[in-house]
């Protein structure tokens, strides 16, 4: 009886165990990363993986969420460049969903984010004790068909060459 007991425990723990790994880092293609002393998580496609993402909110300190200025649908692959007060790229992020969680060190950064032709600047200031920076990001929505080229020249129109 105490070895059952004990068996039926050892399941217990672990599978309590396994559930708590699965909540603190979401299965899937969410997968909490690493870079340059910044962990960071992204994504929210999909009902269910937007539920997880937004559910570990509180273990960051800066988060964004990229939305379409016109309807407010989610948006993917912005690119977020991450720069220190000493303007040296800490981050370079393609998004893989709506939200990029960060937990950034203390200190004043400068993010560029780039969503098709805008791109838009933000500063952000992290100090030990302040709250979350939350961060709700506009775009414009791209055309049907658009490479994401910020200009695209037109036909017949580059200037002569000089010779």
Known sequence: MRAFMAICFLILSTAAMAAANDAAVPSGTMKLRQLNGISY?????????????????????????FVDNNDNSSLSDVTVTLFNARR??????????PYLYMNLPRGAYRAVIRYGGS???????VTGDSAP???LLRFPAMPPGSDSLIARPVQGQFPA???
Do not use: C, P, W, Y
């Not at 998580?41 to 964004?64: H, K, L, P």
């Not at 791109?119 to 200031?125: E, G, H, K, L, Y």
């Open 133 to 135: 920076v939350d961060l």
């Open 119 to 125: 791109i838009v600047s933000r500063s952000i200031a």
């Open 41 to 65: 998580i992204s994504g929210g496609v999909g009902i269910d993986e937007a539920a997880t993402i937004r559910g570990m909110a509180r273990q960051f300190n800066v988060r964004m969420h």
């Open 161 to 163: 060459k000089s010779r």
């Open 88 to 97: 040296e790229i800490v981050l370079l992020v393609l998004s893989e969903g």
